[in-house]
């Protein structure tokens, strides 16, 4: 069988870039290949589904660039097709003294990138949101932040990408590719011949760009988002989401709350360093060669204190455990005690990109591309959020490959 286009993977990006590369060639042949039984399984179905304001990112950075739009497009595609979305805000409040520098730059931050942002009195923070606390009396609000529904927005597109056309494969995983011939090889021996091949594989698009010979200094490491969920009866209402002020500079958002579209609210999620690309539970999903050179990255990372590393490594790692992860908790939201906490169902993986030339994580996607295939790595948060324009850039790319040349210079950049 033959295909004009060729997707590989089917969550959140590899779907969005289905349907706008239909919409841009109708006539087009697309197949999407997905390993899984269905779309979504991995971090496009388990995220917090929050629709970023676009805040956090370097103003020169793909992530801005793409954030704030995206997450209009995606709040008014829920509201399009009747799924649920919270439009609940999100507050920022410092936990310490020394952080009221790091309020103003992300203050300063959120100007920058044009995202609507307010500074709160104490007296303000207490109408608003009477739950949390700050070291300094003051905080910041994001009246724009939203809370969607992954799962549902995972089977809606998918159905929007069938009827528009397009052949999305499910148990149908890429295990070898010939780059000459431009034939993909199939988990159970079909092959499929393709004019141009888009890498979406999410956790595993690093391999995937190996394979045609991209991205070789490139390697995905994969971080664990455990959540812990507040109990119904806990007698804690939150009508925010609450997340702590953080140095820009570092690689996580902290322990913060989101109240989901189904009421729930979640607290996490951690980042601690996981030991294979699926490995959410238990030692289901360790792959010990994987592990090795999992090991052998962070190792780097830690020795050169890259970013600030060691001091977060040690701040998130200890969050694996219940009284650590609660101390951070109560940091945010003081009355919430042990009892009140559940370990949740939900956990999902971070990849974030790793150079090996510099021996540091990247923070901005990345991009690379070659005449008959494009590959996109680190697609970590907001790329849910920014699903829709992102499809866009990608396309644009594909039409006119010269343009996106400075993607692939990504600096760090807080994620
Ligand atoms: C804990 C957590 C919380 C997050 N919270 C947010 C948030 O609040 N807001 C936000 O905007 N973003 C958030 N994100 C980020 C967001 O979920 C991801 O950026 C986004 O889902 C990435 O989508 P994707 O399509 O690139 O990857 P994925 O959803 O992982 O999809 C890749 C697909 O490729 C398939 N695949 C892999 N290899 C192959 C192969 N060889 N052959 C065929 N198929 C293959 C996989 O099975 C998978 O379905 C969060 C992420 C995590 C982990």
Redesign the pocket.
């Known amino acids: 069988m033959t295909t004009d286009f060729l997707i ?7 779907l969005a870039i289905a349907r706008e590369l239909k919409r841009r060639q109708p006539t087009a042949s697309i197949v999407v ?4 039984a269905e ?14 304001s676009g805040l956090y990112y370097a103003p020169d950075s793909l992530k801005a660039r793409l954030c704030r739009q995206g997450a209009r497009e995606m709040a008014e595609w829920h509201v399009e097709h009747g799924i649920a979305l919270h439009r609940c805000g999100k507050i920022l409040t410092p936990l310490a003294a020394e952080d009221a520098p790091h309020m103003e730059s992300l203050y300063a931050r959120a100007q920058a990138n044009g995202v609507r942002v307010e500074r709160l009195d104490a007296q303000e923070l207490r109408e608003l949101e009477p739950e949390t606390r700050s070291a300094t009396g003051a905080a910041l609000w994001i009246p724009e932040t939203a809370v969607g529904t992954p799962v549902e927005v995972m089977k809606t597109l998918a159905r929007e990408v069938r009827e528009a056309g397009v052949a999305l494969w499910n148990n ?4 070898r590719v010939d780059t000459v011939a431009r034939q993909a090889l199939l988990k159970h021996g079909e092959r499929l011949d393709f004019g141009y091949a888009i890498n ?5 698009a690093d391999r ?1 760009a190996h394979q045609f010979g991209l991205g070789r200094h490139y390697a995905l490491l994969p971080f664990k ?1 455990l959540y812990w969920q507040l109990k119904a009866d806990a007698g804690i209402h939150l009508r925010h989401l609450i997340y702590p002020v953080m140095d820009l500079r570092t690689l996580t958002l902290g322990i913060h709350t ?1 109240t989901a579209t189904n009421g729930v609210t979640y607290l996490g ?1 951690t980042a601690v360093p996981a030991f294979g690309r699926e490995h959410y539970r238990g030692l289901h999903g360790v792959r010990p060669i994987e592990a090795l050179r999992m090991l052998r990255d962070l190792g780097r990372m830690f020795l050169h204190d890259s970013e600030g590393y060691r001091q977060q490594a040690w701040q998130e790692g200890k969050r694996y455990f219940r009284h650590w992860f609660l101390e951070a908790v109560q940091a945010l939201l003081p009355n919430v005690r042990a009892e009140h906490l559940v370990p949740a169902a939900k956990v ?3 990849p974030r990109i790793f150079d090996q030339r510099r021996g540091a994580l990247l923070k901005d996607f990345v991009i690379e591309q070659d005449a008959h295939s494009l590959h ?1 790595l680190g ?8 699903a829709f324009p992102f499809a866009r850039h990608i396309c644009e790319r594909i039409e006119n490959p010269e343009a996106g040349a400075p993607d692939r210079a990504a600096p760090v950049q807080p994620s």
């Open positions: 590989l993977g089917a969550g959140v990006i590899g290949l997905e390993k899984e779309p979504g399984r991995h971090s496009s179905g388990r995220n917090s589904g929050v629709l970023h149908a995983e890429l295990t979406a594989a999410g956790l595993h995937v988002g989101t999620p999902g993986l971070h996109i697609a970590t948060s907001p790329a849910w959020t920014s």
